[in-house]
Protein backbone atom coordinates (compact mmCIF):
# COMPACT_ATOMS: atom_id res chain seq x y z
CA UNK A 1 0.00 0.00 0.00
CA UNK A 2 2.63 2.21 0.78
CA UNK A 3 4.73 1.71 -2.28
CA UNK A 4 1.41 3.06 -4.22
CA UNK A 5 1.18 5.91 -2.49
CA UNK A 6 5.07 6.45 -3.13
CA UNK A 7 4.34 5.53 -6.75
CA UNK A 8 1.44 8.14 -6.81
CA UNK A 9 3.32 11.08 -5.52
CA UNK A 10 6.00 10.80 -7.93
CA UNK A 11 4.27 10.66 -10.93
CA UNK A 12 2.90 13.66 -9.57
CA UNK A 13 5.55 15.63 -9.08
CA UNK A 14 7.01 14.24 -12.67
CA UNK A 15 3.14 15.70 -14.02
CA UNK A 16 4.01 19.29 -12.33
CA UNK A 17 7.54 19.59 -13.58
CA UNK A 18 6.63 19.02 -17.08
CA UNK A 19 3.70 21.55 -17.02
CA UNK A 20 5.92 24.02 -15.39
CA UNK A 21 9.32 23.83 -17.46
CA UNK A 22 6.39 23.55 -20.95
CA UNK A 23 4.07 26.74 -20.31
CA UNK A 24 6.00 29.81 -19.41
CA UNK A 25 2.37 31.37 -18.02
CA UNK A 26 2.00 28.04 -15.82
CA UNK A 27 2.71 29.89 -12.99
CA UNK A 28 0.35 32.84 -13.72
CA UNK A 29 -2.58 30.68 -14.21
CA UNK A 30 -1.89 28.65 -10.71
CA UNK A 31 -1.75 32.45 -8.87
CA UNK A 32 -5.29 33.54 -10.72
CA UNK A 33 -6.90 29.66 -9.65
CA UNK A 34 -5.60 30.31 -6.00
CA UNK A 35 -6.93 33.62 -5.55
CA UNK A 36 -10.35 33.09 -7.41
CA UNK A 37 -10.44 30.04 -4.68
CA UNK A 38 -9.76 31.98 -1.91
CA UNK A 39 -11.79 34.78 -2.69
CA UNK A 40 -14.87 32.28 -2.87
CA UNK A 41 -14.11 31.15 0.60
CA UNK A 42 -13.90 34.93 2.41
CA UNK A 43 -17.58 34.76 0.56
CA UNK A 44 -18.27 31.62 1.78
CA UNK A 45 -17.26 32.57 5.11
CA UNK A 46 -18.11 36.19 5.22
CA UNK A 47 -22.22 34.90 3.96
CA UNK A 48 -22.55 32.32 7.11
CA UNK A 49 -21.39 34.82 9.39
CA UNK A 50 -23.56 37.43 8.52
CA UNK A 51 -26.31 34.99 8.62
CA UNK A 52 -25.40 33.35 11.92
CA UNK A 53 -25.21 37.58 13.44
CA UNK A 54 -28.74 38.55 11.93
CA UNK A 55 -32.00 37.16 13.81
CA UNK A 56 -33.87 34.39 12.20
CA UNK A 57 -36.94 36.83 12.04
CA UNK A 58 -36.06 39.18 10.22
CA UNK A 59 -35.05 37.14 7.13
CA UNK A 60 -37.91 37.64 4.67
CA UNK A 61 -38.30 34.13 2.98
CA UNK A 62 -39.05 33.96 -0.67
CA UNK A 63 -42.98 33.40 -0.37
CA UNK A 64 -43.33 36.68 1.20
CA UNK A 65 -41.42 38.28 -1.72
CA UNK A 66 -43.65 36.62 -4.03
CA UNK A 67 -46.49 38.18 -2.39
CA UNK A 68 -45.05 41.83 -2.39
CA UNK A 69 -47.36 42.78 -5.77
CA UNK A 70 -50.66 41.34 -3.97
CA UNK A 71 -53.26 43.37 -2.87
CA UNK A 72 -53.14 43.52 1.32
CA UNK A 73 -56.35 41.72 2.87
CA UNK A 74 -57.32 43.81 5.64
CA UNK A 75 -59.57 40.92 8.51
CA UNK A 76 -62.03 42.13 11.17
CA UNK A 77 -60.30 41.77 14.27
CA UNK A 78 -62.21 38.93 16.09
CA UNK A 79 -65.41 40.80 18.23
CA UNK A 80 -64.62 40.54 21.91
CA UNK A 81 -67.76 38.75 23.60
CA UNK A 82 -70.53 40.84 25.29
CA UNK A 83 -73.00 40.24 27.94
CA UNK A 84 -75.66 37.71 26.86
CA UNK A 85 -73.59 37.07 23.45
CA UNK A 86 -74.31 40.50 22.25
CA UNK A 87 -72.33 41.55 19.41
CA UNK A 88 -71.66 45.49 20.76
CA UNK A 89 -71.78 46.67 24.26
CA UNK A 90 -75.11 48.37 25.63
CA UNK A 91 -74.45 51.58 26.61
CA UNK A 92 -73.01 52.67 30.59
CA UNK A 93 -75.84 52.76 32.77
CA UNK A 94 -78.02 50.01 31.20
CA UNK A 95 -79.10 46.31 31.42
CA UNK A 96 -77.64 43.58 28.74
CA UNK A 97 -80.22 41.16 28.05
CA UNK A 98 -81.90 39.07 25.56
CA UNK A 99 -85.08 37.48 25.45
CA UNK A 100 -84.97 34.24 22.77
CA UNK A 101 -88.02 32.43 22.57
CA UNK A 102 -88.09 28.31 21.76
CA UNK A 103 -88.14 27.14 18.30
CA UNK A 104 -88.41 23.57 18.45
CA UNK A 105 -87.57 20.52 20.35
CA UNK A 106 -84.01 21.30 20.04
CA UNK A 107 -84.31 24.78 20.92
CA UNK A 108 -85.35 25.96 24.37
CA UNK A 109 -86.40 29.01 25.28
CA UNK A 110 -83.95 31.44 27.00
CA UNK A 111 -84.11 34.54 29.15
CA UNK A 112 -79.95 36.08 30.17
CA UNK A 113 -79.82 39.66 32.09
CA UNK A 114 -76.52 40.62 32.55
CA UNK A 115 -74.61 37.84 30.95
CA UNK A 116 -76.91 35.57 33.52
CA UNK A 117 -79.16 32.75 32.00
CA UNK A 118 -82.38 33.18 34.36
CA UNK A 119 -84.64 30.71 32.10
CA UNK A 120 -82.44 27.92 29.73
CA UNK A 121 -82.12 24.58 29.33
CA UNK A 122 -78.80 24.48 31.03
CA UNK A 123 -81.15 25.79 34.33
CA UNK A 124 -83.95 23.07 34.02
CA UNK A 125 -86.14 25.86 34.86
CA UNK A 126 -87.82 26.01 31.02
CA UNK A 127 -90.66 24.52 29.67
CA UNK A 128 -93.76 24.28 27.43
CA UNK A 129 -95.99 27.58 27.41
CA UNK A 130 -94.99 30.78 29.07
CA UNK A 131 -92.29 31.47 30.93
CA UNK A 132 -91.81 34.67 32.83
CA UNK A 133 -88.33 35.20 35.25
CA UNK A 134 -88.44 39.10 37.49
CA UNK A 135 -85.70 41.22 37.97
CA UNK A 136 -85.41 43.65 40.76
CA UNK A 137 -84.70 46.61 38.41
CA UNK A 138 -82.55 48.66 41.17
CA UNK A 139 -79.88 45.81 41.88
CA UNK A 140 -80.76 43.62 38.71
CA UNK A 141 -80.92 40.49 40.44
CA UNK A 142 -83.51 38.12 39.65
CA UNK A 143 -86.51 37.55 42.21
CA UNK A 144 -88.56 34.56 40.88
CA UNK A 145 -88.62 32.82 37.72
CA UNK A 146 -91.48 30.09 36.19
CA UNK A 147 -93.02 28.56 33.13
CA UNK A 148 -97.04 27.89 32.48
CA UNK A 149 -98.10 25.38 30.46
CA UNK A 150 -100.71 26.84 27.80
CA UNK A 151 -101.63 23.72 26.54
CA UNK A 152 -102.50 20.96 29.12
CA UNK A 153 -104.49 21.99 32.96
CA UNK A 154 -105.64 25.29 33.72
CA UNK A 155 -102.34 27.82 34.31
CA UNK A 156 -103.42 31.08 33.00
CA UNK A 157 -105.14 31.55 36.73
CA UNK A 158 -101.61 30.55 38.33
CA UNK A 159 -99.68 33.50 35.72
CA UNK A 160 -101.87 35.85 36.60
CA UNK A 161 -101.50 35.36 40.31
CA UNK A 162 -97.51 35.43 39.67
CA UNK A 163 -97.53 38.68 37.81
CA UNK A 164 -99.51 40.62 40.34
CA UNK A 165 -97.68 39.05 43.27
CA UNK A 166 -94.16 40.75 41.27
CA UNK A 167 -92.55 43.58 43.80
CA UNK A 168 -93.25 47.43 42.64
CA UNK A 169 -89.66 48.75 40.34
CA UNK A 170 -89.46 44.99 38.94
CA UNK A 171 -88.81 43.96 35.15
CA UNK A 172 -90.85 41.03 33.64
CA UNK A 173 -89.35 39.30 31.13
CA UNK A 174 -91.35 36.96 29.15
CA UNK A 175 -91.09 34.35 26.39
CA UNK A 176 -92.97 31.42 24.84
CA UNK A 177 -91.74 28.41 23.76
CA UNK A 178 -93.73 26.16 22.29
CA UNK A 179 -97.92 26.85 22.37
CA UNK A 180 -98.33 29.82 24.94
CA UNK A 181 -101.97 30.64 23.31
CA UNK A 182 -104.32 27.77 23.69
CA UNK A 183 -105.60 27.97 27.30
CA UNK A 184 -104.78 31.46 28.17
CA UNK A 185 -107.58 33.44 29.24
CA UNK A 186 -108.83 36.69 28.38
CA UNK A 187 -108.01 38.43 32.01
CA UNK A 188 -105.02 37.48 31.46
CA UNK A 189 -104.12 39.07 28.31
CA UNK A 190 -105.56 41.99 29.58
CA UNK A 191 -103.53 42.18 32.70
CA UNK A 192 -100.27 41.54 30.24
CA UNK A 193 -102.23 43.96 27.83
CA UNK A 194 -102.00 46.55 31.00
CA UNK A 195 -97.93 46.18 31.20
CA UNK A 196 -97.50 47.07 27.80
CA UNK A 197 -98.56 44.51 25.32
CA UNK A 198 -99.58 45.33 22.00
CA UNK A 199 -99.21 41.44 20.64
CA UNK A 200 -101.32 39.50 23.47
CA UNK A 201 -104.79 39.85 21.52
CA UNK A 202 -102.98 38.61 17.81
CA UNK A 203 -101.37 35.67 19.54
CA UNK A 204 -101.77 31.92 17.71
CA UNK A 205 -101.54 28.68 18.33
CA UNK A 206 -97.53 28.18 18.69
CA UNK A 207 -96.36 31.18 17.87
CA UNK A 208 -93.53 32.78 19.36
CA UNK A 209 -93.31 36.07 21.37
CA UNK A 210 -91.13 37.89 23.04
CA UNK A 211 -91.74 40.53 25.81
CA UNK A 212 -90.33 42.36 28.34
CA UNK A 213 -92.08 45.20 30.88
CA UNK A 214 -91.99 47.18 33.88
CA UNK A 215 -93.89 47.30 36.76
CA UNK A 216 -94.15 50.32 38.91
CA UNK A 217 -91.65 52.38 36.64
CA UNK A 218 -91.82 53.29 32.35
CA UNK A 219 -89.48 52.08 29.86
CA UNK A 220 -87.60 54.15 27.61
CA UNK A 221 -89.13 54.41 24.74
CA UNK A 222 -86.29 53.53 22.15
CA UNK A 223 -85.87 50.10 22.98
CA UNK A 224 -87.60 47.26 21.45
CA UNK A 225 -90.58 45.63 24.09
CA UNK A 226 -91.96 43.05 22.19
CA UNK A 227 -91.77 40.57 18.96
CA UNK A 228 -93.88 38.06 17.33
CA UNK A 229 -94.13 35.74 14.93
CA UNK A 230 -97.43 34.51 14.39
CA UNK A 231 -98.45 31.47 12.93
CA UNK A 232 -101.89 32.32 10.74
CA UNK A 233 -103.42 29.20 9.02
CA UNK A 234 -104.18 31.72 5.92
CA UNK A 235 -100.34 31.78 5.36
CA UNK A 236 -98.91 29.19 2.87
CA UNK A 237 -96.97 27.91 5.53
CA UNK A 238 -97.14 24.64 7.33
CA UNK A 239 -98.15 24.17 10.92
CA UNK A 240 -94.70 22.62 12.21
CA UNK A 241 -92.24 24.04 9.95
CA UNK A 242 -93.31 27.44 11.03
CA UNK A 243 -93.40 26.54 14.49
CA UNK A 244 -89.35 26.20 13.97
CA UNK A 245 -88.80 29.81 14.02
CA UNK A 246 -87.49 31.99 16.79
CA UNK A 247 -87.70 35.11 18.12
CA UNK A 248 -85.86 37.70 20.09
CA UNK A 249 -85.15 40.83 21.89
CA UNK A 250 -82.20 42.12 23.69
CA UNK A 251 -80.89 45.98 24.71
CA UNK A 252 -79.17 46.18 21.09
CA UNK A 253 -80.49 44.34 18.40
CA UNK A 254 -82.51 41.28 17.66
CA UNK A 255 -82.02 38.79 14.74
CA UNK A 256 -84.65 38.08 12.07
CA UNK A 257 -85.04 34.41 11.62
CA UNK A 258 -85.97 33.84 8.05
CA UNK A 259 -88.60 30.95 6.32
CA UNK A 260 -87.34 27.32 5.54
CA UNK A 261 -86.32 27.28 1.88
CA UNK A 262 -88.73 25.40 -0.77
CA UNK A 263 -86.85 22.50 -1.23
CA UNK A 264 -86.71 21.89 2.59
CA UNK A 265 -90.32 22.76 2.63
CA UNK A 266 -90.93 19.24 -0.03
CA UNK A 267 -88.71 17.12 1.74
CA UNK A 268 -91.70 16.43 4.35
CA UNK A 269 -94.76 17.73 2.32
CA UNK A 270 -96.68 13.99 2.68
CA UNK A 271 -95.85 13.75 6.72
CA UNK A 272 -96.39 17.30 7.37
CA UNK A 273 -99.33 17.62 5.83
CA UNK A 274 -101.47 15.26 7.55
CA UNK A 275 -99.97 15.92 11.14
CA UNK A 276 -100.91 19.70 9.72
CA UNK A 277 -104.51 19.26 9.19
CA UNK A 278 -104.67 17.28 12.70
CA UNK A 279 -102.90 19.71 14.53
CA UNK A 280 -105.65 22.51 12.86
CA UNK A 281 -108.53 20.17 13.51
CA UNK A 282 -107.41 20.17 17.13
CA UNK A 283 -108.00 24.37 17.52
CA UNK A 284 -111.16 24.27 15.48
CA UNK A 285 -112.51 21.89 18.18
CA UNK A 286 -113.62 21.95 21.56
CA UNK A 287 -113.82 18.66 22.13
CA UNK A 288 -110.35 17.35 20.27
CA UNK A 289 -109.49 13.86 22.17
CA UNK A 290 -107.44 10.97 20.21
CA UNK A 291 -106.46 7.37 22.06
CA UNK A 292 -103.51 6.77 19.90
CA UNK A 293 -101.07 7.68 18.02
CA UNK A 294 -102.09 7.72 14.66
CA UNK A 295 -105.58 9.94 15.64
CA UNK A 296 -108.21 9.01 13.35
CA UNK A 297 -110.70 12.06 11.85
CA UNK A 298 -113.67 9.82 12.69
CA UNK A 299 -112.61 10.37 16.30
CA UNK A 300 -113.04 14.11 16.74
CA UNK A 301 -116.75 15.76 17.33
CA UNK A 302 -118.97 16.33 14.33
CA UNK A 303 -119.10 19.71 13.80
CA UNK A 304 -120.31 21.23 10.36
CA UNK A 305 -119.21 24.77 11.06
CA UNK A 306 -115.63 23.65 12.04
CA UNK A 307 -114.96 21.35 9.39
CA UNK A 308 -116.08 23.64 6.92
CA UNK A 309 -113.93 26.02 8.20
CA UNK A 310 -111.14 23.62 8.59
CA UNK A 311 -111.65 22.37 4.76
CA UNK A 312 -111.01 25.85 3.90
CA UNK A 313 -108.15 26.84 5.88
CA UNK A 314 -106.65 23.13 4.67
CA UNK A 315 -106.46 24.16 0.85
CA UNK A 316 -103.56 27.03 1.83
CA UNK A 317 -101.22 24.73 2.58
CA UNK A 318 -98.78 24.54 0.34
CA UNK A 319 -97.15 21.29 1.84
CA UNK A 320 -99.94 19.29 0.98
CA UNK A 321 -100.10 18.13 -2.66
CA UNK A 322 -103.34 17.65 -4.89
CA UNK A 323 -103.76 14.19 -4.29
CA UNK A 324 -103.56 14.79 -0.20
CA UNK A 325 -106.30 17.82 -0.48
CA UNK A 326 -108.25 15.94 -2.39
CA UNK A 327 -107.82 12.83 -0.25
CA UNK A 328 -108.87 14.81 2.95
CA UNK A 329 -112.00 16.55 1.25
CA UNK A 330 -113.60 13.85 0.09
CA UNK A 331 -112.74 12.42 3.79
CA UNK A 332 -114.74 15.77 5.59
CA UNK A 333 -117.64 15.55 2.89
CA UNK A 334 -118.38 11.76 4.00
CA UNK A 335 -118.14 12.69 7.71
CA UNK A 336 -120.21 15.76 7.43
CA UNK A 337 -122.97 13.79 5.53
Not at 121 to 128: A, D, L, P, Q, S
Request: proline share 4%; aromatic share 12%.
Amino acid sequence: MLEKIQEFVCCYQSIFMCLWFSSPHFLSDVVKLGGILMTLLAAWYLGYLFAALLAKKTITPMADLQDIGRKPVLRAPVPKRQKCDHWSPCSPGSYAYRILSGGGKGKLAKICFEDELLISEEKGNVGRGINIAIVNYKTGKVTSTKFFDMWEGDHSGEMMTFIKNAPEESLLLMVTHDDGSTRLKNDTKKLVEELGSKEIWNMKFRSSWAFIAAKGFKLPDDIQKEKVRFILFSLNVCLYIRYNLQVQISCVSYNNCSLFSKPQLHKTSSLMCHHSLLRIWAIYSTDFYHTSTKPSVHKFQKSPAILESFSFKMSNLTCCTETSIFFWKNKFQRFLK
